[in-house]
T-cell receptor, first 115, second 112 residues
C-alpha cells in the first residue's frame, strides 16, 4: 500500500495528557498537510510542510499544538495538555508540489477522543 | 461562515434516481477538488477541475466548474447504493495555493 498512512487510528486519553500522532506520506510527495475534522464539518487546515520546512500555520493551531517533519518524510503532530475541545479526527494529506493541479491525497486519520 | 457552501446538506434518494449537489462561494479558486468520504476513513479524491467552465466525467459522475471559478456542481446519474457517502468540495484559493478550504459536505444516502 503506497498511500498516506496514519497511526494510531484511534486514541482515547484523559484531559490534560499529551498525545502524538504520526503521518507517513506518499513517498515522492514533498508537501505534507495536517487537518482537523469535527462531526458534520469538512476538514479544517492546520499546517503544512514543504520538505522539512513548516511554511504555514493556521490560527487554529494553538501553542499547545506542534508539528514536525524532521527529515522531510514522516511527520508528527503533538498536542500538549489536551482539552475536550481537541476531540476530532486529525487528517494528514500529501501532495507532489503545490501547483493548483496537484491534488492532496489523504490518510484515514487519527480519531482523538478526550475523556 | 464557510468559505464554500455546499447544498443540500443531506440527500436521501432511491437507487436509480439522478441528483445534483452544489458547491458555491463568493471567492475565486485556482482549482477545485471533489472528494468522497466514508465513515472512519479519510477523503478520497474524485476529481480536480482547474479551468473555468470545465466539465469532467467519471463514469456516472459529471463535475462542472463555473465559468468564474467560484462554484461547482456534481451530478450523479442512476445513483447506486455504493454512491452513499459524504461528498466534499475543496478549493485552492487563487492568492494562496497552499490554503485548501473545504465545504461542510453533502451527505448522500442511496437506498436500494
Amino acid at each position: 500500500d503506497t498511500g498516506v498512512s496514519q497511526n494510531p487510528r484511534h486514541k482515547i486519553t484523559k484531559r490534560g495528557q499529551n498525545v502524538t500522532f504520526r503521518c507517513d506520506p506518499i513517498s515522492e510527495h514533498n508537501r505534507l498537510y495536517w487537518y482537523r475534522q469535527t462531526l458534520g464539518q469538512g476538514p479544517e487546515f492546520l499546517t503544512y510542510f514543504q520538505n522539512e520546512a513548516q511554511l504555514e500555520k493556521s490560527r487554529l493551531l494553538s501553542d499547545r499544538f506542534s508539528a514536525e517533519r524532521p527529515k522531510g518524510s514522516f511527520s508528527t503532530l503533538e498536542i500538549q495538555r489536551t482539552e475536550q475541545g481537541d476531540s476530532a479526527m486529525y487528517l494528514c494529506a500529501s501532495s507532489l508540489g503545490g501547483a493548483s493541479n496537484q491534488p492532496q491525497h489523504f490518510g484515514d486519520g487519527t480519531r482523538l477522543s478526550i475523556l | 461562515t464557510q468559505l464554500l457552501e455546499q447544498s443540500p446538506q443531506f440527500l436521501s434518494i432511491q437507487e436509480g434516481e439522478n441528483l445534483t449537489v452544489y458547491c458555491n462561494s463568493s471567492s475565486v479558486f485556482s482549482s477545485l477538488q471533489w472528494y468522497r468520504q466514508e465513515p472512519g476513513e479519510g477523503p478520497v479524491l474524485l476529481v480536480t477541475v482547474v479551468t473555468g467552465g470545465e466539465v469532467k466525467k467519471l463514469k456516472r459522475l459529471t463535475f462542472q466548474f463555473g465559468d468564474a471559478r467560484k462554484d461547482s456542481s456534481l451530478h450523479i446519474t442512476a445513483a447506486q447504493p455504493g454512491d452513499t457517502g459524504l461528498y466534499l468540495c475543496a478549493g485552492l484559493q487563487s492568492y494562496n495555493n497552499n490554503d485548501m478550504r473545504f465545504g461542510a459536505g453533502t451527505r448522500l444516502t442511496v437506498k436500494p
